[in-house]
């Protein structure tokens, strides 16, 4: 399911440029963090991936298999720290097994963006009560 850290590098450096206009963000002080994380939830894989498009933006790939998909979800202030969620979903029985890997860019000051992400997932998804 893990792309190369490269292509998510790239892929994070692109948003950062359509936001902000900033260079390459990968550069001596900044790396790539990554959590993972497994869940399940009561709904279809379908269903699944139609809520976490209402709180993300789609990145296609069309190297992706038909059970993975690439999110990207800001956090942090105004939510401009991105984090490019990458989940592949597995169904049976009406229950799906979320497999969620969350890359972002942390520097100097962590800003914890990858727990953040995968907190409003899971809070969207119904599994996190909204504090």
Do not use: C, W
């Amino acid at each position: 399911m893990k792309l190369s850290d490269d292509v998510y590098k790239e892929i994070i450096s692109e948003i950062m440029k359509k936001q902000s206009g900033a260079g390459n963000v990968f550069n001596f002080m900044v790396k790539l963090d990554q959590v993972e994380e497994e869940f399940t939830v009561d709904e279809s894989a379908d269903e699944i991936v139609d809520s976490i498009r209402d709180i993300t933006v789609p990145i296609e790939m069309e190297e992706l298999p038909a059970d993975e998909h690439l999110f990207n979800i800001g956090t942090g202030i105004k939510n401009l720290n991105p984090a490019v969620i990458h989940i592949q979903i597995n169904e049976s029985s009406n229950k799906s097994t979320v497999k969620l890997l969350s890359n972002a860019a942390e520097g100097l000051i962590r800003q914890k963006s990858n727990k953040k992400a995968i907190k409003t997932i899971k809070t969207h998804l119904g599994l996190l009560e909204n504090l």
